[in-house]
């Protein structure tokens, strides 16, 4: 499965995305949007969400936390 996440320092949100896709030892790609600005343009192409983290799973954008947490719940995440 391919995911990536988008999220800048100082994020609970991104910070308990983070630890819910460890948790379920999901492999993923984060980018950081202050430390590389060319995320945060690469990221403003790919959706018009601006609240981090922003969480795409198959090249799809699912949304924030809020979402990947519903995600886990509907069992999206058991193998």
Not at 9 to 19: D, I, L, S
Not at 36 to 42: D, F, H, I, T
Not at 53 to 68: A, K
């Amino acid at each position: 499965m391919n995911i990536e996440i988008y999220t800048r320092p100082g994020c609970g949100y991104c910070t308990n995305a983070k630890r819910l896709l460890d948790s379920k030892s999901l492999s993923y790609t984060e980018y950081d949007v202050y430390a590389l600005p060319k995320n945060l343009a690469e990221l403003q192409k790919r959706t018009d969400g601006r609240t981090y983290p922003q969480v795409f799973i198959e090249n799809e954008s699912i949304g924030g936390f809020t979402e990947l947490l519903a995600h886990d719940k509907a069992g999206n995440f058991n193998q």
